[in-house]
Nanobody
Framework: LQLVESGGGLVQPGGSLRLSCATS????????IAWFRQAPGKEREAVSS????????FYADAVKGRFTISIDRAKRTVYLQMNGLKSEDTAIYYC???????????????????WGQGTRITVSS
């Protein structure tokens, strides 16, 4: 599966952004698609994931209630709506995919086979 992220940028604290992960190369059946992020000097961490089969969603505690993951199967695109952004959300955000289903909000990055190039989010006033 090929993945291309878009939608990053500079936003003020409290603002919103929507990231897009456009997919190609395979049908979106029985995939786990996730968003990860990596802040400067920190390890890559899971943000959210979605099961393309049944729509089950998982969120990291740090973003629960603020971020929403969704899928538009017709457009073959996974979205991450980010509201109430904080400075600690500043990072490069990556879309990742693997065959199967997500098991938790903490599924490790090593489980994912396909990755996008990343899109940078900066939350600053």
């Amino acid at each position: 599966l090929q993945l291309v992220e878009s939608g990053g940028g500079l936003v003020q604290p409290g603002g919103s952004l929507r990231l897009s992960c456009a997919t190609s190369g395979a049908e979106l059946d029985y995939y786990a698609i996730a968003w990860f992020r990596q802040a400067p000097g920190k390890e890559r961490e899971a943000v959210s994931s979605i099961d393309t089969n049944d729509g089950k969603r998982f969120y990291a505690d740090a973003v629960k209630g603020r971020f929403t993951i969704s899928i538009d199967r017709a457009k073959r695109t996974v979205y991450l709506q980010m509201n109430g952004l904080k400075s600690e959300d500043t990072a490069i955000y990556y879309c990742a995919a693997r065959v199967g289903e997500p098991r938790s909000a903490d599924d490790p990055a090593e489980w994912y086979d396909d990755w996008g190039q990343g899109t940078r989010i900066t939350v600053s006033s």
